[in-house]
């Protein structure tokens, strides 16, 4: 099969795209710098038609991933790249005949903030999804589900948390706060999150590309690990296998709140581009549960995590001890 | 001036639970002819069995039958009206007087026939509609097909003034204000309910009651209650009522005992008036039943089903009245069920039958002499067969023979548990139906103070001043002199009740379970062929209950000298000079009590020691037992085997199993409860209500019992009663567990304490052992959060050594994330997924055991912190 994957410089693109050329697949990737990905390297921006439709030329599938994830920066950012970069892979895929299409979206999509115990994917709405990113990506994601015809198939995939050897995005930041003795537990510490460890995420997405069509297009599913644990404790197993120090800063979850809207509204007036170190969105991210009803995507995709993250850990504690090398 | 006529208002569009499509607006005539626009909700399904008349009180609208509706079964129309001037049906001209209950019944009959339904009718009501339900279904006996009734009243109870709220709303002067110029009526009667009913559906009940106008027979329907004889419709009321004693039909009564208003006094009028009446109490229900509990329309349509279920057919009036003897393959012989028959065979036996250790004995003939004494004089008393009476009795040689006379003259006795506490045995002795309370000490006053009703009976003489300030009719040795001069009672048969026993609540709310004779005789048989017990086996009652076996087993016995109900006062001591008492060969006693003789064995002496050396057999019932607690027993009672039985209220003994057999079995999945008992046999239904029952090893299940023993019914509990008989014939324990491949049972937990997971079902008994294996474990606890059958396992643990805090069943457990070498400790011996360790200050145990740990209370502490809430 000849497959499209966008967004391969990211750690689940690049494992995904990885993962397809090891069963034989014929992969091209599209993004804006050179990756390292398997196969063919489209260099363009995902917002850029022509670029776009050089790309999708061919494809049996579509696997899009290119989407601008972050908690700063203006939200014109966050629309052009995930809400017109979907709205340009949809239409490039329309014109090419490319006849199925995984939409990768996420679980934020329809988190209005409270917590999420065990739930089966429910639909994404822009309305009331916290923060640019959940919104952008909400709204592109009903987007690709509104293009599902007969001609397109269109399957959405909310993988969450990925984490895994060289993660520069939740594992690096943790690492680096809780090696600066920054990283907060912010109230109970109790709240169960579950997380998908990249590997497991990216045999979901390969098992979304067949599944995509035949068995399953028009909807959403959210892809987990399955093993929802306390964030107190996916912290110290993480300070652990990156041999930084356990957490012992102790924050009240008010507090939290406090410290997050005061950095939203510093940053938002500073128009600073770097990471605050918490967010009104992280303060609810850790400290209401999250995890889901996985019952009908493991169905659907025909697909269980052969990892976990006993396996998962021990892979990231191996890669620290190796000294970071590149993934 | 020009009246613009105001459109009626129809009904709004968003009333939770009330599907639009039910709503019709139909033209009918009245019962005199006149045309009336009638809203009635109406689910339009063909009636292949037939049509459901449902029909709501004051000031309620059809509204309140929306789960019926819902939960409606095939083959079934269900049809429910707004009376005239109710809900969104016509009001009533200014100028026309109110209509009264004959009228309203006509009403009925005449929309009924314009609805054209003229096949099978079950009538349902509510309130004053249930008594204008049932005055269309003697009116239409040809078509009815059963009755149901919820809260309501037909007839004021003789030197009853009717319900008091009622009578207040009905006052000339309070009536206008309260009913018409304010909704105070109105919102009343949604405002009942605790906890509250949500606000939108308080405002659904009072969606059709937005002004005066559109009060006004809400106020008429007050008057129109017949108080005083000489009200209009009191000859149509009391005529209807004494009427129902025609209705050959079954019926079911659905109640809410903590209604203000139709108390339990109406419940029994009713029940008499319909004694062919299934019924079920929804515990904690007020007087709006079918908001209350919305499971009373899963009742209904259950009940309609069954109707036309063959083999599950509700009783009529005159298969109740039948013979009821129902035939059974074990028969009871006709000669052992009898549990006074011993004790008339030894009256003239001068041996002691009973011991208080340290005090007096009574003897067999004494006893028995006392037992026809009494049995007399509770018959001349006007104790009647058949008839409840509570008991407020501690333990002593008086329950004794309480007990075996009232048998004797074929009454039931009531006994609640006093771990109910006093909320508990009120709630649970008030919903019995009691005709007569028997009650010694403390008891006399409690009894009075639960408000108890029926005569008081005290067990010592009492003084004239506590005999007139508590009502007290008779003393016992007043009742034996009576007895003495009266004729003795005819004897109850085997299949009469004897006896209504309330369980602990331990395991969930507190249910009464009736056994008949033949129950207890067969109880009795496996008692004493389980243990092998012969004319030798004198034994000591550590465990109250037993005390009673004594008489019906023929063995003499005795009981420790302490409060038999306060079992952890007993020690070692006491223990063995009960033993020495009677020359014990066996000792019965929980493990509550055991705990403490353990504790306290250093203060026996030789003499003592040699005691209970003597002792062959022990049994420990009420609560599981721990292993460690039985080999520590080893050395206190170094000659006897150790034996549990497993069982509950409803069916004991179900398996026994000895501390050598728990030993032989070793580690496994659950506690090892032994081989059924003979006579007693156990299967397992699959978790997921596929497939039969198995009978051998390989399904995990509910387990099932079915012997001679085992419970009749629950009282009052029809629901219950019905879900826990499936199959037919066995009792469902609510137990979870399997079969090995020796035929032992093991119990793995309750079955509303197994998790779900989307792996399939983790049961939590053998999580919990494995984690208290651990050393720095005390006590663990598995639950599930989440939703049903995509759980995951959070394992709460008490680490050693914690301080022992008294048992509580409630408060916060002081749950926290446990520290990461905890949590992997965990996790490694499991043998299951854990999503999180926590630990806790402590478990919440009952106060009866202070053993049964109530995980369902530990799940919700636990998803409250998990879920970040």
Not at chain 1, 222 to 231: F, I, K, L, M, T
Not at chain 2, 262 to 274: A, I, K, N, T
């Amino acid at each position: 099969m000849r497959v499209l994957v966008t967004g391969a410089s990211g750690l689940l693109g690049r494992t995904t795209a990885r993962a397809l050329a090891a069963r034989g697949d014929e992969v091209t990737t599209l993004q804006r710098r050179p990756s390292g990905a398997p196969g063919r390297e489209v260099l363009g921006d995902v917002a850029d038609p022509e670029a776009v439709a050089r790309a999708v030329a061919g494809q049996d599938a579509v696997l899009h991933l290119a989407a601008k994830v972050d908690v700063v920066g203006p939200e014109a950012d966050y629309v052009r790249a995930n809400v017109e970069g979907t709205r340009v892979v949809v239409e490039a895929c329309r014109r090419a005949g490319a006849p199925r299409l995984v939409q990768v979206s996420s679980p934020s999509v329809a988190h209005a903030g409270h917590s999420l115990v065990g739930v089966p994917a429910a639909p994404a709405d822009p309305a009331t999804a916290r923060g640019h990113y959940a919104r952008t990506k909400a709204a592109s994601e009903l987007l690709a589900l509104a293009a599902d015809s007969p001609e397109l198939a269109v399957l959405a995939v909310r993988p969450h948390l990925v984490w895994g050897p060289g993660d520069t995005q939740l594992v690096a930041r943790l690492v680096t706060r809780a090696r600066a003795g920054r990283l907060p537990v912010l109230g109970t510490g109790a709240a169960l999150i579950d997380t998908t460890y990249v590997d497991d995420a990216a045999t979901a997405l390969v098992a979304a590309v067949d599944a995509c069509g035949p068995r399953a297009h028009g909807t959403a599913l959210v892809v987990s690990g399955g093993e929802p644990r306390p964030v107190a404790d996916v912290f110290a197993r993480l300070c652990r296998a990156a041999g930084a120090p356990q957490p012992r800063l102790r924050l009240p979850v008010a507090a939290g709140r406090v410290a997050g809207a005061a950095c939203d509204g510093w940053w938002s007036l500073t128009g600073r581009t770097d990471t605050p170190p918490l967010t009104r969105f992280l303060v609810e991210q850790l400290t209401t549960a999250h995890w889901f009803d996985q019952r009908r995507t493991r169905e659907v995709l025909d697909w269980r995590p052969s990892v976990g993250l006993d396996a998962g850990f021990e892979a990231l504690a191996r890669w620290y001890t190796a000294g970071e090398p590149p993934v | 001036m020009s009246t613009a006529v105001q459109p009626e208002p129809t009904v709004p569009t968003d009333l939770p639970g009330l599907d639009l499509a039910w709503s019709r607006v139909v033209t009918a005539a009245d019962s005199e002819g006149v045309e009336r626009t009638w809203h009635l909700l109406d689910n339009g399904a063909e009636p292949v069995h037939g049509t459901v008349l449902c029909v709501h009180g004051n000031p309620t609208w059809s509204y309140l039958w929306r789960h019926v509706l819902a939960h409606a079964p095939d083959g079934w129309r269900v049809v429910a009206p707004d009376q005239l001037g109710m809900g969104y049906s016509e009001r009533l001209r200014d100028d026309e007087p109110a209509r009264t209950v004959a009228q309203r019944v006509a009403d009925l009959g005449a929309l009924t026939d314009a609805l054209g339904i003229d096949g099978p009718v079950v009538t349902v009501g509510h309130d004053w509609g249930g008594m204008i339900s049932l005055g269309w279904a003697l009116e239409h006996q040809d078509q009815l097909r059963a009755v149901v009734v919820g809260n309501t009243a037909v007839a004021q109870p003789q030197g009853d003034f009717g319900p008091p709220l009622i009578r207040l709303a009905h006052l000339p002067g309070v009536r206008p204000l309260g009913c018409e110029l304010t909704p105070i009526f109105v919102r009343a009667t949604t405002a009942l309910s605790r906890p509250a009913l949500p606000r939108e559906v308080r405002d659904a009940f009072a969606a059709p009651y937005a002004d005066r106008r559109r009060r006004r027979s809400v106020g008429d329907f007050v008057a129109d209650i017949p108080f005083s004889p000489g009200h209009p419709s009191h000859d149509v009321v009391y005529s209807y009522a004494e009427r129902l004693q025609q209705l050959e039909v079954p019926a079911l009564l659905l109640w809410g005992p903590r209604d203000p208003v139709f108390g339990e006094v109406y419940l029994r009028d009713l029940q008499e008036r319909l004694p062919q009446a299934q019924v079920h109490r929804f515990e904690g229900a007020s007087h709006l039943v079918t908001e209350d509990a919305p499971e009373s329309a899963e009742a209904v349509a259950a009940w309609l089903r069954d109707l036309d279920t063959p083999g599950a057919e509700p009783p009529t009036r005159s298969s109740t009245r039948g013979p009821k003897h129902r035939a059974t393959e074990h028969a009871v012989d006709p000669g052992a069920w009898t549990p006074w028959a011993e004790l008339e065979a030894r009256a003239d036996d001068p041996s002691p039958v009973l011991t208080v250790a340290g005090h007096d004995s009574v003897s067999w003939g004494a006893l028995a002499r006392r037992v026809a004494e009494l049995a007399a004089g509770f018959a001349a008393a006007g104790v009647r067969r058949g008839d409840r009476v509570g008991l407020l009795v501690e333990p002593s040689s008086d329950l004794v023979s309480v007990v075996y006379a009232l048998w004797r003259a074929g009454a039931v006795v009531v006994v609640v548990d006093k771990g109910l506490g006093l909320a508990g045995m009120r709630r649970a002795l008030r919903g019995s139906r009691l005709q007569h309370v028997v009650a010694g000490g403390p008891g006399l006053a409690a009894a009075r103070a639960m408000g108890l009703p029926g005569t008081l009976v005290s067990v010592r003489p009492v003084s004239p001043l506590t005999r007139r300030a508590l009502r007290v009719a008779h003393d016992l040795d007043g009742l034996a002199a009576l007895g003495r001069r009266s004729p003795a009672p005819a004897a109850p048969g085997p299949e009469d009740d004897c006896a209504v026993l309330f369980t602990s609540g331990a395991t969930g709310p507190a249910k009464g379970v009736v056994y008949r004779h033949r129950h207890f005789a067969a109880q009795v048989a496996l008692v004493r062929r389980t243990y092998d017990l012969g004319p030798d086996d004198r034994f000591v009652a550590a465990f109250a209950p037993f005390a009673l076996l004594g008489p019906a087993l023929g063995l003499a016995s005795a009981v420790p000298d302490v409060d038999v109900t306060a079992p952890d006062r007993l020690t070692a001591p006491l223990l063995a000079d009960a033993v020495a008492s009677v020359d014990a060969r066996v000792v019965f006693a929980s493990p509550a009590a055991l705990r403490r003789v353990v504790a306290t064995r250093d203060e026996l002496t030789d003499a003592q020691r040699a005691s209970l050396g003597s002792v062959r057999l022990l049994m420990s019932a009420g609560a599981p037992v721990p292993v460690a607690l039985l080999r520590a027993l080893r050395d206190v009672l170094p000659a006897a085997s150790l034996h549990t039985p497993y069982g509950m209220t409803e069916a004991l003994p179900v398996t026994d199993v000895s501390l050598e057999q728990i030993e032989a079995a070793g580690e496994g999945d659950g506690v090892c409860v032994g081989r059924p008992v003979d006579g007693v046999e156990v299967a397992l239904a699959p978790l997921d209500g596929s497939g039969e029952p198995a009978t051998g090893p390989g399904t995990t299940g509910e387990i099932l019992v079915r012997g001679d023993h085992v419970r009749d019914r629950y009282d009052a509990r029809w629901l219950t009663q019905r879900a826990a008989s499936r199959p037919e014939g066995w009792h469902r324990t609510g137990d979870v567990g399997h079969l090995d491949d020796a035929g032992r049972l093991w119990v793995e937990g309750r079955r509303g304490h197994v998790v779900t997971t989307a792996d399939g079902v983790v049961t939590p008994v053998g999580v919990e052992q494995r984690v208290e294996s651990l050393d720095e474990v005390g006590s663990a606890a598995a639950v599930g959060v989440g939703p049903a059958g995509t759980q995951v396992l959070a394992v709460v643990v008490v680490l050693a050594g914690a301080t022992a805090t008294k048992p509580s069943p409630r408060g916060p457990l002081g749950l926290r994330v446990a520290g990461p070498d905890l949590t992997s400790a965990v996790r490694r011996v499991a043998g299951a997924s854990v999503a999180a360790v926590l630990t806790a200050d402590r478990l919440p145990l009952d106060v009866r055991h202070a053993s049964k740990v109530d995980r369902t209370e530990v799940a919700r502490q636990a998803s409250a912190l998990l879920d970040g809430r």
